[in-house]
């Protein structure tokens, strides 16, 4: 393989940028740059220089032996002053190397993983740690990328393996004496492993809501205080108001962080009649995005009106309560946010229930499959019918899916994906 270069902090201006280099000349491409090696695993301060021996910058250098680093390849690292000057500098001079190329979108990451350093598992929960917006989903990715997702999964295919091997043991020997209890003994590991996936799969809505995050719209008639309320939620003038109604022409979407969850928050157009070719798409798309949302939240212009929630965890709520004196929110004052708040964390994600060491659809539909199997094979243990052959396939197939969760199977696809979506120098 040969040796790759990329920055591998994130790109503009900064106080430090870190450029990676791994492969079998990546000590070579150092020397190159420095002069003489630092002693591996110990950073040590060096003037780099260009090929002509012009001073490029100093620079932190960090080398790892082969087998020691990330990659387990040979790695230099390069702390450098965070100039875009100063790197193409660098990269420059590492390119002139004739054993170099420029790596590809997580390719130092493909790397770790072919060299046994990572799971599918933890390459997906880095990609999804390096993408945490919240400290929800940073503790989410965790779960993946520290590999307590990979043990558990591991732990249930052994206890697949197990079973199946009793009861092929039962199929092989049929007219041997064999121990007593022994099917019995199948259907306490397929019980035991059924609810163990049970438990995940009951949370999968949390641990997904907490990854994809949630779009939350703002609903109601113009000049009701739709716009108003975005900023107040988001504490900043993201929209603008003013007392004519209309002002809201197109949907404005901003990102907010409510308790871990991240959650677009839409502000729609007004709902009126209008002559108003302009103004009348922007209604037509504020309400199929409305539609679209998880979650909505309909502002009452007055106390009488009817409003007709989409789904149960829609809000309604009396705008400009303070002009009413009555329970409602204002964005002007501020009353109600604070609850509107706390009754969306509540609607969004059940606190109550923990998220699920999973998060990806990928993992579910793995999951959903040896549930299933297991099911079946749980209620032919339970019966007086002698399908031995029938309980070994199934026990077999949710081995199988559990197999292809955990990358023993069918991975390059999954690969692909994911590391296609991974920054270059990752």
Not at 279 to 288: A, M, Q, V
Request: with cysteine; proline share 3%.
């Amino acid at each position: 393989m040969r040796t790759i270069v990329a920055l591998a902090s994130a790109r503009g201006r900064a106080g430090v940028s870190i450029i990676r280099v791994s492969g079998p000349s990546a000590w070579a491409v150092c020397q190159q740059l420095c002069g003489a090696l630092p002693t591996p695993r110990q950073a040590s301060l060096r003037t780099l220089r260009d090929e002509e021996g012009d001073i490029i910058d100093q620079a932190l250098v960090l080398l790892f032996e082969e087998g020691k680093s990330y990659t387990s390849e040979k790695l230099a690292e390069f702390h450098v002053h965070g100039s875009p000057a100063v790197i193409q500098a660098v990269l420059a001079a590492c390119l002139s190397h004739d054993d170099i190329r420029a790596a590809l979108p997580g390719e130092f990451t493909r790397r770790a993983y072919e060299a046994g350093n990572l799971s599918i598992l933890q390459v997906e929960g880095l990609a999804d740690l390096i993408d945490a917006d919240t400290q929800k989903q940073r503790k989410l990715a965790l779960q993946l990328f520290g590999g307590g997702a990979q043990a558990e999964a591991a732990e249930w295919r052994e206890e697949m393996l197990k079973a199946l091997s009793l009861i092929e043991a039962g199929i092989d020997f049929s007219d041997e004496e064999l121990p007593d209890g022994l099917k019995e003994t199948v259907a306490g590991i397929v019980r035991q492993t059924i609810r163990r996936l049970d438990k995940q799969l009951s949370s999968r809505r949390v641990s997904e809501r907490i990854r994809d995050g949630a779009t939350v719209a703002i609903v109601g008639k113009v000049n009701v205080g739709k716009s108003t309320l975005l900023n107040a939620l988001t504490g900043r003038e993201v929209a603008l108001t003013s007392e004519y109604a209309g002002t809201t022409r197109d949907v404005i979407e901003v990102r907010l962080d409510i308790d871990g969850v991240p959650v677009s928050l839409i502000d729609t157009a007004g709902v009126r009649e209008t002559a108003d070719p302009v103004e009348s798409l922007g209604i037509e798309r504020g309400k199929l995005r409305a539609e679209e949302a998880d979650l909505r939240i309909y502002l009452k212009e007055t106390p009488e009106e009817a409003v007709m929630p989409q789904s149960e965890n829609d809000i309604v709520l009396l705008a400009k309560c303070d002009l009413w004196g009555l329970p409602g929110v204002s964005g002007r004052t501020g009353e109600g946010v604070d609850a509107l708040i706390a009754r969306l964390s509540e609607r969004l994600i059940d606190t109550a229930l923990p998220s699920s060491m999973f998060s990806r659809e990928r993992h579910f539909d793995s999951l959903l499959s040896a549930r299933k199997a297991l099911g079946d094979a749980a209620r032919m243990l339970e019966s007086d019918e002698r399908a031995d052959e029938m309980i070994s396939f199934l026990i077999r197939e949710a081995a199988t899916s559990l197999d292809s969760l955990i990358g023993h199977i069918d991975v390059e696809e999954v690969l692909g994906g994911i590391f296609a979506k991974f920054c270059i120098g990752k």
